[in-house]
């Protein structure tokens, strides 16, 4: 039904292709965020022509993605009367994303999704807990949680970023589950007539089943020729 309440989730990975679902791995939140912050930056380098007092910006890179947004656990039994035992509802989160994983040799990827739009990939940075309601006998029974997240840009992406001589290239694009390309660049460019230009650019053969692709290189521009 539209407009009814859907809870965020975080799922735990064990593959950078977000394909392998780590067993037990996926927190649903008791509240949803009030608010979140989606980063995105330019990196540029300094450069100062001679006889001139102002530096230009030369492009460097675009880095990943950054998402930061708190959570709150009540385990006052207000919330959910079956979710009152603080210190699993912790260890359930840190199991998930920040507990290093012996197979994988590092901690789990994680996928942040709310609803049916918003979904983010990435690893976790950032995890921060502020306790702000006890009992008498000081057992927490309410915290905040702050997490923060990067985009995670598969090392096979990275390599394609890296040995592209356009100094046009600018940024990485998470495929959401069932989206075209053109979808995409009408997301990217709020325009779908570079779909074919940038399926060249990725070396796709297909623009509209994009099953099994995790991420896309988005040049800023592609002029049409």
């Given at each position: 039904?539209?407009?009814?309440?859907?809870?965020?989730t975080i799922?735990?990975?064990?593959?950078?292709?977000?394909?392998?679902p780590?067993?037990?791995?996926?927190?649903?939140?008791?509240?949803?965020?009030?608010?979140m912050?989606?980063?995105?930056?330019?990196?540029?380098?300094?450069?100062?022509?001679?006889?001139?007092?102002?530096?230009?910006?030369?492009?460097?890179?675009?880095?990943?993605?950054?998402?930061?947004f708190?959570?709150?656990?009540?385990?006052?039994?207000?919330?959910?009367?079956?979710?009152?035992?603080?210190?699993?509802?912790?260890?359930?989160?840190?199991?998930?994303?920040?507990?290093y994983?012996g197979?994988?040799?590092?901690?789990?990827?994680?996928?942040?999704?709310?609803?049916?739009?918003?979904?983010?990939?990435?690893?976790?940075?950032?995890?921060?807990?502020?306790y702000?309601?006890?009992?008498?006998?000081?057992?927490p029974?309410?915290?905040?949680?702050?997490?923060?997240?990067?985009?995670?840009?598969?090392?096979?992406?990275?390599?394609?970023?890296k040995?592209?001589?356009?100094?046009?290239?600018?940024?990485?694009?998470?495929?959401e589950?069932?989206?075209?390309?053109?979808?995409?660049?009408?997301k990217?460019?709020?325009?779908?007539?570079?779909?074919?230009?940038?399926?060249?650019?990725?070396?796709?053969?297909?623009?509209?089943?994009?099953k099994?692709?995790?991420?896309?290189?988005?040049?800023?521009?592609?002029?049409?020729?």
């Open positions: 039904m539209n407009g009814s309440l859907q809870l965020m799922e735990a990975f064990t593959d950078k292709d977000f394909q392998v780590l067993e037990n791995g996926c927190y649903t939140v008791m509240i949803n965020p009030e608010s912050k989606w980063e995105r930056s330019i990196e540029y380098n300094e450069e100062q022509a001679p006889d001139t007092n102002t530096p230009s910006q030369k492009y460097k890179y675009t880095p990943g993605d950054q998402l930061n708190d959570i709150v656990i009540d385990c006052t039994g207000i919330i959910d009367s079956a979710r009152t035992d603080m210190p699993a509802e912790i260890d359930a989160l840190k199991y998930i994303m920040f507990t994983n197979d994988i040799h590092r901690p789990n990827f994680v996928k942040i999704q709310w609803g049916a739009n918003f979904v983010f990939s990435g690893v976790l940075t950032n995890f921060d807990i502020s702000t309601f006890f009992r008498p006998d000081g057992t029974l309410r915290c905040k949680v702050s997490l923060a997240f990067k985009q995670y840009i598969s090392p096979e992406v990275a390599e394609r970023l040995n592209k001589k356009s100094p046009d290239v600018s940024h990485v694009v998470t495929v589950e069932g989206m075209t390309l053109p979808q995409l660049c009408v990217v460019w709020n325009d779908d007539a570079y779909y074919v230009q940038v399926a060249r650019y990725n070396n796709l053969n297909k623009f509209r089943n994009l099994g692709i995790r991420q896309l290189i988005f040049p800023p521009i592609i002029p049409i020729s």
